[in-house]
Nanobody, 121 residues
Framework: QVQLVESGGGLVQAGGSLRLSCAAS????????MAWYRQAPGKQRESVAT???????NYADSAKGRFTISGDNAKNTVYLQMNSLKPEDTAVYYC???????????????WGQGTQVTVSS
């Protein structure tokens, strides 16, 4: 069983910063992609940032220049540093990992439980 545990969400004023962390535990053997998604009330879940095992990153236009994703493959952990936060960044942020379980060559999708980020104006 693989579990993703997120931390770092909270309430911050506009212009402030937060750092989200997500650690994968359990029987995970390798990770191909780590990512952060978010879902605001009444909206669809959207990709914020992704990082591959090779270190290639990709960002949503709304995150470029403000957010930085990084992954630690040795710790099976992904981070999202969020700076210059805006009220429109308010959402539940979900960690996502695309990886293999121990003893399997198949890649699976794994999701965290979500962490609330609220940015006040």
């Amino acid at each position: 069983q693989v579990q993703l545990v997120e931390s770092g969400g909270g309430l911050v004023q506009a212009g402030g910063s937060l750092r989200l962390s997500c650690a994968a535990s359990g029987s995970i053997s390798s990770i191909a992609i780590m990512a952060w998604y978010r879902q605001a009330p009444g909206k669809q879940r959207e990709s914020v940032a992704t990082v591959t095992s090779g270190g290639t990153t990709n960002y949503a236009d709304s995150a470029k220049g403000r957010f930085t994703i990084s992954g630690d493959n040795a710790k099976n952990t992904v981070y999202l540093q969020m700076n210059s936060l805006k009220p429109e960044d308010t959402a539940v942020y979900y960690c996502y990992i695309y990886g293999r379980k121990l003893g399997s060559a198949t890649l699976y999708n794994y999701w965290g439980q979500g962490t609330q980020v609220t940015v006040s104006s």
